[in-house]
């Protein structure tokens, strides 16, 4: 599942490429004349492979009801996706996860080139075998064609602090080179991954002075008929400046062009504002029903981070402002061109993070964290030909936005995921109703670097109240502890439990509502009191969630 993968990629490339790095800079070995010959030095290889491995074993009350959904379930629980809760059934399995990178950097271009892979192979243990698909294949016998592919790019260094990445490439949103920064501080940069956290195929160039950065970059998310403007591309340009040792601060601006009208995307769900993948994410559909529509939207972002490493002293600091702009227009004729575009709808959202972090201990899991944010939300949909949410990359990838550095489980998603990705809140635009957000963490190194625990409490609200509902979306107790064997190995354990706010109460009397999950299948779940009319009377059951992870980053 591409939202794991896509945060623990980035600290794979990033650590053996600037070990290989410092290690190309030595010349020669050094000699010593108490011995008869030099020590040479371990030759620096044109080819390295390295590998994440995650094996866990997870159990929890939520599950699908859909039979053939057995294998990777990704979006909003309670939504489109069948993912529901229950007081009477409790869900059992293990699953395993292998991320194999592969980095081609040759002599003869002195380090000026590098040619980057990687690729995913998953399943649930026992799922099925002789077969082709990815998420599967270990059933007795294995042998499944299960071999997916994330990125296929390049990096060219054609003058020094140049940089130039072409092809298949992570597309996140922050002004650092995913393949050379740390896991950590890509969650708490830029707009830490709630905007666009995927992978995208395109150019990108940035150029890197002593105290600034700035990249520029184009990508299609979408290439329909190649004859014709009906595609979905976006264009980058975001930057960062140094304004003391401790404090930084940047801005973004991107831009899309949606010509597809929801064509594309995700297997039949399509992509896009009026896609069903929009609902299955947890974001607002644009109900246009059969109508062609085009979309242009826009995002104008500024963001800020004190001592974004927390190496500096014992206060962290983080924050950003995003605004997205654009209108959509609509044309109900099956040859557009023949007759004028209308306007449908205006569209202006924004969302604000702020995150505040102490360390009060020798080591970076000797902290305390505050995490805020809030998106806003759209009261009347489209009734007003305007829409107040927020746009983020979900609409066109599964998922295209990962909100997972909060440190919540349940209300938002988390990272330790292979196969299962089913949050309360699976997008910040919270289906269009907004969101404000608060998480407190506290973790300590009980052995320094070698086992960790954290506690964290999550609650949400809602500035939208939706129809029969509440603004209350529920709050949140997680832990954690973590013994490390070595240098990035672990075996970790984890639980979290959920509380679900009046949010879930939403038209709790029939079986419209899609808050609650009930839209979807029009039957009553399991454990929830009907009345004599047999509808549901009650909220769905509350989450939880415990497993026991094993991990392993190999280089």
């Avoid at 009208?261 to 896009?272: E, L, P, R």
């Avoid at 069903?276 to 559909?285: C, D, E, H, K, N």
């Avoid at 981070?305 to 924050?319: P, S, Y």
């Avoid at 209350?472 to 970790?492: A, D, K, Q, R, T």
Wanted: hydrophobic letters at 40%; proline letters at 4%.
């Amino acid at each position: 599942m591409k939202k794991f993968l896509i945060i623990f990629s980035a600290a794979l490339f990033s650590l053996p490429i600037a070990a290989q790095e410092g290690v190309s800079g030595q010349t020669s070995a050094p000699s010593f004349t108490w011995f008869s010959k030099e020590i040479p030095l371990k030759a620096n290889k044109e080819f390295q492979f390295l590998a994440y491995y995650i094996n866990q074993a997870v159990t929890s009350n939520m599950y699908p009801k859909n039979d053939l959904l057995k294998g990777q379930v990704v979006g909003r629980l309670f939504g489109s996706n069948t993912s529901r809760t229950s007081n009477q059934l409790t869900s059992a399995y293990l699953e395993q996860r292998l991320i194999p990178f592969i980095i081609y950097q040759p002599h003869l271009f002195n380090g000026k080139a590098i040619l980057r892979m990687s690729f995913e192979i998953d399943w649930t243990w026992g799922d099925v075998s002789y077969g082709t698909g990815g998420n599967f294949g270990s059933a007795f016998s294995a042998d499944q064609v299960n071999l997916q592919t994330q990125n296929i790019e390049i990096e060219l260094n054609p003058v020094p602090r140049l940089y130039i990445n072409l092809g298949l490439q992570r597309l996140f949103d922050t002004p650092y080179n995913p393949y050379r920064t740390m896991v950590d501080k890509m969650l708490t940069t830029g707009y830490r991954l709630m905007y666009f956290g995927s992978d995208g195929v395109g150019v990108n160039a940035r150029y890197d002075w002593d105290f600034a950065r700035l990249r520029a970059g184009y990508y299609k998310l979408y290439e329909n008929y190649i004859q014709k403007n009906d595609d979905v591309s976006l264009f980058e340009l975001i930057g960062e400046k140094d304004i003391s040792r401790a404090w930084k601060a940047g801005g973004s601006v991107y831009y899309m062009p949606d010509r597809a009208s929801g064509q594309g995307g995700i297997s039949v769900f399509g992509q896009g504002l009026n896609s069903s993948w929009a609902r299955q994410m947890g974001t607002y559909q644009f109900r246009y029903g059969a109508a062609k529509y085009k979309a242009d939207i826009a995002w104008l972002g500024a963001f800020f981070g004190r001592n974004t490493e927390h190496w500096l002293d014992e206060w962290q600091l983080n924050g950003f402002v995003n605004v997205n702009i654009g209108r959509s227009d609509t044309a109900t004729v099956e040859n557009p061109s023949t007759k004028d575009w209308k306007k449908a709808t205006d569209i202006f959202g924004f969302a604000a993070n702020l995150r505040g972090s102490y360390r009060y201990g020798q080591t970076l899991n000797d902290c305390v964290s505050l995490d805020l944010l809030y998106a806003s939300g759209d009261a009347n949909g489209l009734k007003d030909g305007k829409f107040n949410g927020v746009i983020t990359g979900n609409y066109y990838g599964g998922p295209g936005a990962i909100p997972v550095g909060t440190g919540s489980y349940l209300v938002l998603p988390h990272s330790n995921v292979v196969n299962r990705y089913t949050p309360a809140v699976a997008d910040i635009s919270n289906m269009g109703y907004g969101m404000a957000f608060a998480a407190v963490n506290v973790s300590k190194s009980f052995i320094p670097n070698r086992l960790n625990g954290k506690i964290g409490g999550v609650f949400a609200a809602s500035p939208i109240t939706p129809v029969g509902g509440g603004n209350i979306i529920g709050s949140e107790i997680n832990g954690n502890l973590c013994y490390n064997f070595g240098p990035y190995m672990s075996v970790e354990l984890h639980a979290a439990k959920m509380f679900l706010g009046n949010f879930y109460d939403s038209n709790q009397n029939t079986y419209s509502s899609a808050v609650n999950g009930w839209e979807a299948d029009h039957t009553t779940p399991e454990g929830v009191e009907v009345n004599e009319d047999g509808l549901p009377n009650a909220r769905p059951t509350s989450p939880w969630t415990a497993f026991l992870v094993f991990k392993w980053l190999l280089f």
